[in-house]
């Protein structure tokens, strides 16, 4: 497997979490966003969207590429179901998917870098926005994850919504966004970052990662 993608993209960390809690090998590919190669052939013909992470796999043969994070975890789940990352009851997968997608398409797609440049090509303040959806969406995950975390966001098992929320965070913090506010999402964060598979996955730890 390759992953294309970059080490400062928060849906590329998640993805990256996923492979190394499920102990996978995967070929790392950086793709720039800060050069804009996510625009540019040869990335555009895996992605027409111009997104990062792209999963690279090989399925009897043919060479496929499967893009947007939580496709890519579902991918995972159902074709290496060891070491899941979702709960084996149908309503407790339920609610991790419900944590994860509190993130995906509630917090993330207002501080991707298309967004931001955009905003701001209209005469908006873009740290203002970012840092408006980045905490009033960190309050709902809060909210909605305290009737059942545990160890981690769901529970004692790591799992997707550990995935998405650790990659929220570390955006949160570039974006200046207040994460004390929410002791549920660092306490479980600070738990995450101990573990080996974490730290491998942290952007920090990327072969392009800049200082
Ligand atoms: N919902 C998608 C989001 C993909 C996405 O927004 N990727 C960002 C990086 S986190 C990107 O490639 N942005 C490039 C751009 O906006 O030009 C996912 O979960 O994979």
Redesign the pocket.
């Known amino acids: 497997m390759k992953l294309y993608n970059?080490w400062r993209?928060?849906?590329?960390y998640?993805?990256r979490l996923a492979l190394h809690y499920k102990q996978l090998a995967y070929e790392y590919v950086p793709?720039s966003?800060i050069k804009?190669e996510?625009?540019q052939e040869p990335h555009r013909a895996k992605?027409p969207?111009?997104?990062?992470?792209v999963l690279e796999v090989e399925e009897r043969g043919v060479i496929a590429h499967v893009?947007?994070?939580?496709?890519?975890f579902e991918y995972l789940e159902e074709r290496y179901p060891e070491r899941p990352l979702l709960p084996r009851s149908f309503v407790q997968r339920g609610h991790v998917r419900a944590l994860a997608e509190l993130v995906?398409?509630g917090i993330?797609?207002f501080h991707?870098?298309?967004?931001l440049?955009h905003v701001k090509s209209i005469g908006g303040d873009e740290k203002k926005w970012a840092a408006h959806f980045i905490d009033q969406g960190l309050a709902a995950l809060e909210k909605q994850a305290k009737a059942h975390a545990g160890v981690f966001l769901f529970g004692d098992t790591f799992s997707w919504a550990d995935c998405c929320l650790l990659?929220q965070l570390f955006?949160a913090r570039r974006f200046g966004g207040n994460v004390d506010a929410f002791p549920l999402l660092t306490r479980v964060e600070q738990t995450c970052l101990e573990l080996p598979f974490v730290k491998a996955a942290r952007p920090e730890a990327q072969p392009d990662a800049q200082p």
Do not use: C, E, F, K
Not at 49 to 53: D, L, Q
Not at 67 to 72: D, E, L, V
């Open positions: 970059y993209s928060s849906s590329s998640r993805v793709v966003l804009g996510q625009h992605s969207a111009g997104y990062v992470p893009s947007q994070s939580i496709a890519i995906n398409s993330q797609p991707n870098l298309s967004t440049n990659p955006g």
